[in-house]
């Protein structure tokens, strides 16, 4: 250390030989030491550094949902949440596009809404708020591809809607796939379960929300029922849908927006109602 500290200031190897009384051979093996550790160093930091831009290298910058389209994002969102909010067909959404000088095809709107509908839920998620502990649950339906869909659906008691399938059957299977989905939307178990008098629906509750009171009351399950009503009015301007898991995503969208106007999400909460949506359909865009 004191031959590293003198060679520091700048002494020769003959005068730190003279003041450490020691030999010159022995300062020039000290110095070569001391080059060969300071090469070494130098060699090792500089391995770490490559070997960190390596591996910052291997993780590629998270990719867009939106990279590969050939139009901007601010387009893509306009067109699926005009379909989603609004009782539009696709037509109805590329003629309102084309009046703005966008030209887009019909079936290009429907895969926007097909794929960007799930990732705009999805990213949403964290920003929902936990449904309330009573669940209105009824089953409406849906014709998909000339055929009836039974389309199940529940709300809580804030009319917040939870969640929704698309069964072929009505039966004691598809109830219990629908409470299991629901229940995984959250982290909590309702106390108070709403449903028609299906004979389904008692046991099913007892499995998967054991404790929970069932009532089955005349009009007890008006809420749900009038949740229907907005959504059928939703579809009606369609000419039908194609594939069930068309009928899912399209459901389910417009439980999605609809959660947003009620302000169920904390997205665009501060905004009045007429804004929200769009506020939050630009926050949620830069998610994906």
Partial sequence: MEVLGLLIEGWSNARIAAVLVIAPRTVTAHVEHILAGSVALADDVLGQAELMGRRHRRVPPPSSGFAGFRFPDEVIMLAVRWYLRYGLSYRDVEEL??????EVDHVTIYRWVQRFTPLLIDAARPCRHAPG????VDETYVKVAGAWRYVYRAVDQFGQFIDVMV?????LAAARRFFTRALNTTTLTPVEVITDKAAVYPG?????????WHHTEPYANNRIEADHS???RRLRPMRGLKTDRAARIVTGGHGFVQ???RGHYELGTEKPVNLRVTTA???????I
């Fill in 97 to 102: 596009l084309a009046e703005r000088g966008i």
């Fill in 133 to 136: 502990d009573r669940w209105f």
């Fill in 167 to 171: 069964s072929e059957k009505r039966d």
């Fill in 204 to 212: 099913v509750v007892e499995e998967l929300a054991p404790g929970a």
């Fill in 230 to 232: 907005q959504l059928k």
């Fill in 259 to 261: 959660n947003i106007r």
């Fill in 281 to 287: 359909f630009d926050e949620l865009a830069l998610a």
